[in-house]
């Protein structure tokens, strides 16, 4: 099973900018991100088909956040835009081995890998 890396996290201001990649290792399928801050629990962000032409977003991030993904270079990504404090997690990307995008239920979802660290503050 793939294990997909996510990377591109950083501190920012709030406002700011920043974009995730995850690398998929040729692995074609729906791509969800994931965040989990300290003491919470792991909760979905945003799914990805893998065509990229349908995508879903929790209504925390939505109007925020973009995801996009090229194929080619394997690679999905996380356009996360006038960030906030509250976006203050490691995000993760993981496979629901399907090629469409249900639920942003963490249990759907797999190959868990190493996430990347975002923090948001001033």
């Known amino acids: 099973q793939p294990q997909f890396v996510a990377s591109g996290g950083g501190l920012v201001q709030p406002g700011g900018s920043l974009r995730l990649s995850c690398d998929t290792s040729?692995?074609?399928?729906?791509i969800g991100w994931f965040r989990q801050a300290p003491g919470k629990e792991r909760e979905g962000v945003s799914c990805i088909s893998v065509s990229g032409d349908i995508t879903k977003y929790s209504d925390s991030v939505k109007g925020r956040f973009t995801s996009s993904r090229d194929n080619r270079k394997n690679t999905v990504y996380l356009q996360m835009d006038n960030l906030k404090p509250q976006d203050t997690a490691v995000y993760y990307c993981?496979?629901?081995?399907?090629?469409?995008?249900?639920?942003?239920?963490?249990?759907?979802?797999?190959?868990w890998g190493q996430g990347t660290e975002v923090t948001v503050s001033s």
């Open positions: 040729e692995y074609l399928s729906a």
């Open positions: 993981a496979t629901n081995g399907m090629t469409g995008c249900r639920e942003l239920d963490v249990t759907r979802f797999r190959s």
